[in-house]
T-cell receptor, first 110, second 110 residues
Framework: DAGVIQSPRHEVTEMGQEVTLRCKPI?????LFWYRQTMMRGLELLIY????????DSGMPEDRFSAKMPNASFSTLKIQPSEPRDSAVYFC????????FGSGTRLTVV | GQQVMQIPQYQHVQEGEDFTTYCNSS?????IQWYKQRPGGHPVFLIQ?????EVKKQKRLTFQFGEAKKNSSLHITATQTTDVGTYFC??????????FGDGTTLTVKP
């Protein structure tokens, strides 16, 4: 079991550019979560899916953020356009019994 | 909505001293999970408690779930430098989602 796989590990982009973060959950896990972590705000839940269906996106900061889960083995989080305040570590986690987090994507928007 | 408070926010100990972090929920929880995040890493699932009054041990770590299922604690006996990191509790509620506390960051002085 390779665990939850996120890509890229690091992303540096210029303000205004589109950013796409990718996640492959663990097979058989029916919940998928996207979190954002910063020193100031801690761990924030952005959105989560159950069986590929978005359940709660109330944590998505604004319309610039969108997430999709087209099938059970893939999810994306897109930011368009990106802003410096979006700089953070973004974690994907899948769950069946406790959460398994991916290694995260460290996003820097300059 | 459900809130999970965790104290203390930071704890500095001398190696060999004990450490305890506490987690309190505003509502009754279906379960409580504990995670450890090493500096620069991602949260890693440690354990899940489900039953009222449950106590589980993992080597030097002791986890407790309160009788009312609204609080929990993690106790580390004789801390080591390898225990450094941030410990999160997460309260399980409805719809498969857990609410994370803000974490307790432990530093250990050798």
């Amino acid at each position: 079991d390779a665990g939850v796989i996120q890509s890229p590990r690091h992303e540096v982009t210029e303000m205004g550019q589109e950013v796409t973060l990718r996640c492959k959950p663990i097979s058989g896990h029916d919940y998928l979560f996207w979190y954002r972590q910063t020193m100031m705000r801690g761990l924030e839940l952005l959105i989560y899916f159950n069986n590929n269906v978005p359940i709660d996106d109330s944590g998505m900061p604004e319309d610039r953020f969108s997430a999709k889960m087209p099938n059970a083995s893939f999810s994306t989080l897109k930011i368009q356009p990106s802003e410096p305040r979006d700089s953070a570590v973004y974690f994907c986690a899948s769950s069946r019994y406790g959460y398994t987090f991916g290694s995260g994507t460290r996003l820097t928007v300059v | 909505g459900q809130q999970v408070m965790q104290i203390p926010q930071y704890q500095h100990v001398q190696e060999g001293e004990d450490f305890t972090t506490y987690c309190n929920s505003s509502t009754t929880l279906s379960n409580i999970q504990w995670y450890k995040q090493r500096p620069g890493g991602h949260p890693v699932f440690l354990i899940q408690l489900v039953k009222s009054g449950e106590v589980k041990k993992q080597k030097r770590l002791t986890f407790q779930f309160g009788e009312a299922k609204k609080n929990s604690s993690l106790h580390i006996t004789a801390t080591q430098t390898t225990d450094v990191g941030t410990y999160f509790c997460a309260g399980g509620g409805s719809a498969g989602k857990s609410t994370f506390g803000d974490g307790t960051t432990l530093t250990v002085k050798p």
